[in-house]
């Protein structure tokens, strides 16, 4: 359902895992593979997205968020923007702050134009990035500590911005391998003692560097392949997976997290998931 905003509501997520509020979200009515950008999408560009199974999938999705006391607000879709349906990269909230992104595929420029739009016709305070790429998937917060990964869509320039930007945050640089697009999609925190981890994507030092901080459950290639990093939380040890990835599941359940599953396998083709799905405005 699109949701009526009252202006200058609040808005603000210090962690990956506080109870989700408010979450803005975009249909997959024109999702398509037009420019082949990640190695999920290669295997998948051939047969490409059925757009009905899509849009089926997406609003069970929506309804499990809302059953679970989520406000879903939803951006409309537009046809020029076939990867519109993953609003966590054109936007992300640090703290009380919603920054857009800097976009660094031709394929999703002006995406971020729509959600600024959007953002000032509803009331809401916003900061652009403008030095620098740098896109939501990349930008994972927990508390102080804002982790961002270095990749072909976030530069070191924009992290340095965004270190200016958030001067009471402590933003740590990530480098992986690019081949996996963003960093969710190779590390995800669950909660202030746990995160899932791809080993496969980090040099031993900042695979270290993380377990310091975490426990780190390990996610293996075929389950990342298939998306199994990027899940949802969404607050009291709830989590939003998928059906396809049980390894990653049971890991999760025997940790102590409830898993929600839901089907999701028609967008993941594209090479994102839950988390990719949403940008949250409000955790608390």
């Known amino acids: 359902m699109n949701v009526k905003l009252q202006p200058h509501q609040w808005t603000g997520c210090h962690s990956e895992y506080g109870n989700l509020q408010q979450v803005i979200v975009c249909e997959p009515k024109y999702m398509a593979i037009k420019e082949v950008i990640n190695d999920v999408q290669k295997q998948y560009a051939s047969e490409n997205i059925n757009q009905f199974r899509a849009m089926k999938q ?138 899932l981890i791809f080993r496969d994507a980090m040099d031993e030092k900042t695979i270290e560097l993380l377990s310091k901080y975490y426990r780190l459950i390990d996610v293996e290639a075929d389950e990342q392949f298939s998306m199994g990093t990027n899940v949802l939380s969404i607050g009291g040890n709830r989590v939003i997976s998928l059906p396809v990835n049980p390894k990653v599941n049971a890991s999760m359940s025997e940790a102590g997290y409830r898993v929600i599953e839901v089907d999701l396998s028609e967008i993941i083709k594209s090479g994102g998931s839950f988390r990719c799905c949403t940008m949250p405005l409000t955790r608390k």
């Open 58 to 195: 997406h609003q069970d999705f929506v309804r499990t968020l809302q059953v679970e006391g989520v406000q879903v607000i939803k951006v409309p879709a537009k046809q020029d923007f076939p990867e519109q349906v993953f609003t966590r990269d054109i936007g992300f909230t640090v703290g009380n702050n919603v920054f857009i992104s800097n976009m660094a595929s031709d394929v999703r420029d002006g995406e971020e134009e729509m959600l600024r739009k959007w953002l000032g016709m509803n009331g809401y305070a916003y900061k652009r990035m403008e030095s620098g790429h740098v896109e939501g998937g990349d930008v994972i917060v927990d508390g102080k500590r804002v982790f961002v990964g270095v990749s072909n869509r976030t530069s070191r320039d924009a992290i340095t911005n965004l270190q200016n930007e958030l001067p009471t945050h402590d933003v740590i640089a990530i480098p992986f391998n690019p081949k996996y697009l963003h960093l969710d999609c190779v590390f995800n925190i669950l909660s202030p003692t746990d995160a």
